[in-house]
């Protein structure tokens, strides 16, 4: 069974760094691109970005809201897939979900998602 | 940027009606668009990808169609599961979803 579980999220203060991870387990990590989504309280889904698998290259892209801010790792010896977030603002606020993407960048498994709160 | 625009913004209907959602592109996406479905507190789940492909375990009630720059998604009797938010999602340039369609009980 694939599971995803994010962890990292919590309390911070506007300007600080915070670093989630996404542990995946029932799937070889290693050939799969992943991706961070996130949702503001009460609103719709954002796109944050992926990450591609070591065959691909292994580059990352991001959106235009968080590129130079925000940047995406991964350590396939372990299996976990990284956000750092650096220059947290208020607006970074919300949930904030890992998913296993296929083909064409959808994201078929997601994580239950883990909640960053930017508040001074 | 690729902008998704969905319509109806909120869809009212009684379970075993049909529900038909539209996403719009600003662009062409090709294919390579996908519908979430999202229930309250709980994550998104994929419905379709590729604009038409139903994802491993999905009613077949769930269908999606288009290319290009207009899709729907169709769900062809309402089952009372069903009511909830749907998102559309294009992967063709980086990735953007749309604002959603919340499908509620009339």
């Known amino acids: 069974e694939v599971q995803l579980v994010e962890s990292g999220g919590g309390l911070i203060q506007p300007g600080r760094s915070l670093r989630l991870s996404c542990t995946g387990s029932?799937?070889?990590?290693?050939?799969?691109?992943m991706s961070w989504v996130r949702q503001a309280p009460g609103k719709g889904l954002e796109w944050v970005g992926f990450?591609?698998?070591?065959?691909?290259?292994?580059?990352?892209e991001y959106a235009a809201s968080v590129r130079g801010r925000f940047s995406i790792s991964r350590d396939d010896s372990k299996s976990i897939a990284y956000l750092q977030m650096n220059s947290l603002k208020n607006e970074d606020t919300g949930m904030y979900y890992c998913?296993?993407?296929?083909?064409?960048?959808?994201?078929?498994?997601w994580g239950q998602g883990t909640l960053v709160t930017v508040s001074s | 940027e690729i902008v998704l625009t969905q319509s109806p913004a909120t869809l009212s209907l009684s379970p075993g009606e049909r529900a038909t959602l539209s996403c719009r592109a600003s662009?062409?996406?090709?294919?390579?668009l996908a519908w979430y479905q999202q229930k309250p507190g709980q994550a998104p789940r994929l419905l379709i990808y590729?604009?038409?492909n139903r994802a491993t375990g999905i009613p077949a009630r769930f269908s999606g169609s288009g290319s290009g720059t207009d899709f729907t998604l169709t769900i062809s009797s309402l089952e009372p599961e069903d009511f909830a938010v749907y998102y559309c999602?294009?992967?063709?340039?980086?990735?953007?979803f749309g604002p959603g369609t919340k499908v509620d009980i009339k």
């Open positions: 998913t296993r993407e296929g083909g064409n960048g959808d994201s078929h498994y």
């Open positions: 029932g799937f070889s990590f290693d050939d799969y691109p």
């Open positions: 990450i591609r698998s070591k065959v691909y290259g292994g580059a990352a």
């Open positions: 662009l062409s996406v090709s294919s390579t």
């Open positions: 590729g604009a038409f």
């Open positions: 999602q294009q992967r063709w340039l980086s990735g953007t």
